[in-house]
């Protein structure tokens, strides 16, 4: 079989709506009730989109929607490829890629991660301010890609503007916004407290399993990326109690309305600003 292209991919989601948004977001666990504030105009399940993986993971549904939300224009993406789950990183950074060729300018991915950062809570929200891809491999690795930067600039992944957005987009619904920077493991393991210790020594406020080969793709193609967490547990060790996934998704039930208002918020502020500009 020939392997899928991100082009055709997009020639698809061209095909299904006349819609053409240029924010594109993809819900991570404990922000899937993003999807009660969107008016949906069509839904896509990602088996009809060609190369789009199906997520395994429950709670990650796997439908594209063209709607909008807070009055904008938007892609949102219910459910994302984890490279937990033995997809290669091009399959894991497909979705990104088709999101860049048809045309989206602007990324927004969210997650849940574990909190090391000793001033936080499970239920806080935390803007990415950087990285530590520690992941043991590169999205980029590989074949260099026809047009695409084979050494690509990662100065600045998350984009001061859009960061600004989603701190206003917090204050818009009180919510309290944490910042930091995320530190990307493959999983599925949850960590060992002593590697938690590390990573709070590297520099890590949060730790998970995802956006980091997203957030890389998408620099690549040259789109704005902001991300956000949902920070659903303390990280292994600094938390009394043992890790579950049962308690991430608790969590993510506990401030889905928050998660919901700000992903809601942040989409109003950014067909704002797109007017004025
Ligand atoms: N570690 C890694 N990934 C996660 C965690 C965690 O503690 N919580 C949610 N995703």
Known sequence: MKPANPQTAAARLKKFSPLRPT??????????????????????????????PKPTV????????????GGTPVLVLSGRA???????????TFATRTLAAFG??????TNAAGGLNKHFHAGDFMVLTDHINFMGTNPLRGSAIPGLMRFVDLTDTYDAELRR???????????KIRSGVY???????YETPAEIRAF????????????????????????????????????????????????????????????????????ELYGELKIKN
């Open 200 to 267: 709070a020594r590297l520099g890590a406020d949060a730790v998970g399993m995802s956006t980091v080969p997203e957030a890389i793709a998408a620099r690549q193609c040259g789109l704005n990326v902001a991300a956000v967490s949902c920070i659903t547990n303390l990280a292994a060790g600094i938390s009394k109690d043992k890790l579950s996934h049962t308690e991430v998704l608790e969590t993510a039930e506990r401030v889905k309305t928050s998660g919901a208002q700000l992903i809601r918020n942040f989409a």
């Open 23 to 52: 924010l594109a977001i993809v819900l991570g666990s404990g922000f899937h009730h993003a999807l009660t504030e969107l008016r949906v105009d069509q839904k896509l399940a990602y088996a009809r989109i060609p190369g789009f």
């Open 183 to 189: 530190l990307a493991v493959s999983g599925p393991s």
């Open 104 to 109: 989206v300018t602007d990324l927004l991915l």
């Open 165 to 175: 957005l989603l701190s206003q987009a917090a204050t818009a619904c009180k919510l």
């Open 82 to 92: 984890h490279f937990y789950e033995g997809h290669a990183m091009d399959r894991v």
């Open 58 to 69: 429950s709670g990650h549904a796997g439908e594209l929607y063209f709607g909008h939300l």
